[in-house]
């Protein structure tokens, strides 16, 4: 091996979602220097390279990006709080809310139903979701029973069609919830998007991670 090869630059893998993480994060990249060579809206690339030979992004759906980190495929990533609390954080470093895709997590009824009355009477409530654990951890707090039923999307449809009294789900204009006559009746979670570490890497790599952190920090939009 000659001295060349030994000297490559350590490369920094950052894991992102497509859609609005990926958009709201461009910008703080740019402030790290950071400018990606494709837009994964168009390419079908899960590898990007950017402008920096030692920095490439991998493309992964929001729900796996806690995972990639966790394991050190990627050394940074970027989740949504909701994700991060049913991943349960282990083995990340969380140094920054971006306060990027904010949004919250909120129980939702059909129009009509009378949320209150139902807690009131101790009913058995049957509750839908994707955020098991927030939601088990939200309706133990009120000391309210639920039954628990795991879905993986269009959490708007179970009251609809009697699978559920009630949904846990995230809400940002609320369109969404009056498109199918439903109301939110209980916040949940204030939800943004954080900057996750891998551990090792924060220490095996922190020349080439704190930069990234810093550049984010002063980067975010002010509080
Ligand atoms: O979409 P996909 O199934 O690929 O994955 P995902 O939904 O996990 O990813 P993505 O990119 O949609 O969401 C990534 C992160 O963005 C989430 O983990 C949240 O932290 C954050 N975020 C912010 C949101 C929203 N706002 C949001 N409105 N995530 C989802 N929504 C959905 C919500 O679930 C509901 O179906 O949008 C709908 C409601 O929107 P409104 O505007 O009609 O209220
Ligand atoms: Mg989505």
Redesign the pocket.
Known sequence: MNSQAARKPIMLTIAL?????FEETVPLLAAAGIHPEEDPESSRKLILGTNRPDVRLVIV???DVPTYVQYGAADLGI?????LLEHGGEGLYQPLDLDI???KLMVAVREGFDYEAAVRQGARLRVATKYVESAREHFARKGVHVDLIKLY????LAPLVGLADAIV?????????R?NNLVAVEPVLE???RLVVNQAALKLKRNEVQPVIDAFASAKAPA
């Open positions: 979602s497509k859609g609005r993480i759906r929001a729900t989740a949504g709080y909701d994700v895709a904010r949004c999307g269009s959490m708007e789900d995230l809400v940002s204009t609320g369109n969404t919830l498109a939800v943004s998007s």
